[in-house]
């Protein structure tokens, strides 16, 4: 775990805690949904990565924006989403984020700057980067970061838009999110040499940081936002990560592709949120007691978040030829 | 009233539009001081400067995808794709990306943008800078495709195109870049979904596209001669599609022939000519007719290249077999 300089910042350190808890929250609560027959369709799970979506999202303000991924409900309530709206979308209900008509794999919460998640992987690469020229060509010193994973790095658009951020000195931070799996293969069977290496060949300073350390992707991510505010960006951080689900939730057995060991290892040695919450206990940041009253108050939420979405009201047939055009 | 070039009109139509509203932009290969291939944007940069005419490197699918996130954050882009065939290259981020956003976020984000590129045959630039996709991006939901005939069309429905809050495609015809037409010196602009009847007549309808006016409008001349009477419609924009006008000439006329210069095959012809068949059937003397272009890649030669496209000469030669009933019991 990054040391951090002061105490100063126990706030934040418990906000940040909050934030992962609610993603991992919120996703066991999704399985759920989907494990029962309640949840039309799939999703795919973010439990694991969430000190990636909470050490940069803190570091971000409302009018910062992000683009995120398939994998895409971290980012979401990282970036400031309800839980009520975000389930309500996830089963459809016309109290969702998109009025149902997205589902797990195109929630955008837009308030919060989440241009929204996105089904084709890579496919946000260009939106993001478009979003850092806006800001450019506007005078405004919001940031973009675009979240992508180690899959997308395959992608051609990426090496197409780090040229033009680089070129154009854009404010857009590209984090990939490398969750060691491309699907259901590994990532060292996909990637040829090194991922940084690639933003580099264009004269993007890059970092890879331990992705399972809240404050070590936070630390990082403070400093790279306040420099690309200045236009000093673009910037490139590989986060090593991991993927406790499959896939997607109906990916079940998948020791042809990755070993139990492999994933308890991860589970039990480097979960983000249990190092966490080990420093802050251990720093006197919190107590046990004040983590388990937090844990259970996030776990009331979600219960009463699910509880509401399913009881909500579908959206009206009259809305499935609405929205295809904006006035 | 003055005369300018196609080319000249959509130039203008930017540049106004730009003076009007700082936050449209231009963005592409060769836009700032090369004024794109054919010329259409000289003189932009000059008096927008480098920010806000961007000279891309050769990645269509990237500053396609930027124009998409620019949109989305309140910029209206103008994308250049330097020839229709490139479309292929940004299909997702036209069709996934810029087409879905409005819907799949239940209408919260909207996309602003337009991709102007070209169309059309016989320029010798054979299969891969020849084609007209026009079908391609008008079967996808989201998307309006606007296709301008003359210079004052090019103007009026550039300015419409720039000021909707949804993705646009124009699709230019390459070789009416020079065509002059009168164009007002006041400003005006073209509302989409509102076909222009060019020729009023009462014998046949030609619904014609694009380049595909022209060659229409030759037809009708020479039909007159012959004591035909041919109304010509402009639908200008496919999406949307004014159909209420096709349907009531269709009604009057009683014989449709659709010309468009995209493959004739599942095309803009087809459509039109199923809508027709379907709300006007039982006003039809014949049925309607479909011309497009040949369903073979464009040809270099100009021996083979000539006669993939439909000509004023070809459309006659249908009107008459419509006309005396050659073509009712066909099968």
């Known amino acids: 775990m ?25 996703e066991d609560n999704a399985n759920q949904l989907y494990l029962s027959a309640k949840m039309p369709g799939l999703t795919h799970m973010y439990s694991g990565e969430e000190a990636v979506a909470v050490g940069i999202c803190e570091a971000l303000t409302d009018s910062d924006r992000i683009t995120s991924t398939h994998r895409g409900h971290g980012h979401c309530v990282a970036k400031g989403a309800e839980f009520k709206e975000m389930f309500c979308e996830l089963l459809g209900k016309e109290e969702g984020y998109c009025r149902g008509k ?86 060292e069977e996909i990637a040829a040499g090194s991922i940084t290496a690639r933003a580099e060949a264009f004269g993007i300073e890059a970092h890879k940081v331990d992705g399972q350390d809240v404050l070590a992707v936070n630390e990082l991510a403070q400093k790279l936002v306040a420099r690309a505010r200045k236009g000093e960006g673009p910037f490139f951080i590989e986060l090593m990560t991991y993927r406790y689900h499959g896939h997607h939730v109906g990916d079940i057995n998948r020791a042809y592709y990755r070993s139990k060991d492999e994933e308890r290892d991860w589970k039990d040695n480097r979960d983000p949120i249990v190092r966490f919450r080990s420093y802050l206990v251990q720093e006197g940041l919190a107590s046990e007691e004040e983590i388990e009253a937090m844990n259970a108050e996030i776990e009331q939420d979600a219960t009463e978040a699910v509880a509401y979405a399913e009881a909500a009201r579908y959206p009206d047939v009259s809305e499935v030829d609405m929205h295809v055009y904006a006035d | 009233m003055r005369e300018i070039t196609l080319s000249q009109a959509v130039n203008e139509a930017i540049a106004e539009e730009m003076r009007r509203d700082d936050t449209v932009f231009l963005l592409g290969e060769d836009v700032a001081e090369a004024g794109t291939p054919f010329k259409v944007l000289s003189g932009l940069v000059e008096e927008f400067g480098t920010d806000r005419v961007i000279d891309t490197p050769i990645s269509e699918p990237g500053f396609v995808g930027m124009a998409v996130g620019a949109a989305m954050t309140g910029a209206r882009p103008i994308v250049d794709l330097m020839f229709g065939d490139f479309i292929y290259l940004v299909m997702d981020q036209l069709c996934n990306q810029a087409a879905k956003q409005h819907y799949m976020s239940g209408g919260k984000l909207t996309v602003p943008m337009v991709l102007r590129t070209n169309m059309g045959a016989t320029r010798r630039s054979a299969a891969q800078h020849s084609q007209s996709l026009q079908a391609l991006v008008a079967h996808i939901p989201g998307l309006k495709v606007a296709m301008p005939s003359s210079a004052y069309e090019a103007k009026g429905l550039m300015k419409t195109a720039i000021r909707d809050n949804n993705p646009v495609v124009i699709f230019e015809d390459k070789l009416m870049y020079q065509d002059k037409a009168p164009v007002p010196e006041e400003e005006y602009l073209i509302p989409f979904g509102v076909a222009n009847v060019l020729r009023e007549g009462t014998d046949i309808t030609l619904i014609a596209t694009s380049s595909m006016v022209q060659v229409c409008e030759k037809a009708a001349a020479m039909l007159a001669q012959e004591g035909i009477s041919a109304e010509v419609i402009d639908p200008r924009t496919i999406v949307p599609l004014d159909e209420d006008t096709l349907l009531a000439s269709a009604r009057k006329t009683s014989r449709v022939i659709v010309v468009d210069e995209g493959h004739q095959s599942y095309g803009i012809t087809g459509e039109i000519a199923s809508r027709i068949n379907e709300k006007a059937f039982y006003h039809l003397d014949a049925p309607v007719l479909r011309m497009g272009a040949m369903d073979v890649p464009v040809p270099f030669s100009p021996a083979l290249e000539d006669i993939t496209v439909p000509t004023p000469e070809g459309v006659v030669e ?13 099968a």
């Open chain 1, 2 to 26: 990054a040391k951090a300089k002061t105490k100063s910042n126990a706030e934040d350190y418990l906000r940040m805690y909050r934030q992962m808890v609610r993603i991992r929250t919120f």
């Open chain 1, 102 to 187: 997205g589902g797990s794999m195109h929630i955008a919460d837009q308030s919060h700057g989440n241009l929204g998640a996105n089904a084709i992987v890579g496919g946000s690469m260009g939106i993001a980067t478009g979003s850092a020229l806006r800001a450019k060509l506007q005078g405004a010193d919001d940031v973009t970061v675009c979240f992508f994973g180690d899959g997308a790095t395959a992608q051609g658009l990426m090496y197409e838009v780090m040229n033009m951020a680089a070129l154009w000195k854009l404010p857009v931070i590209y984090a990939c999110e490398n969750n060691g799996y491309s699907e259901y293969t590994k990532t």
């Open chain 2, 318 to 330: 249908y009107a008459r077999k419509l006309m005396s009933g050659e073509m009712i019991h066909a």
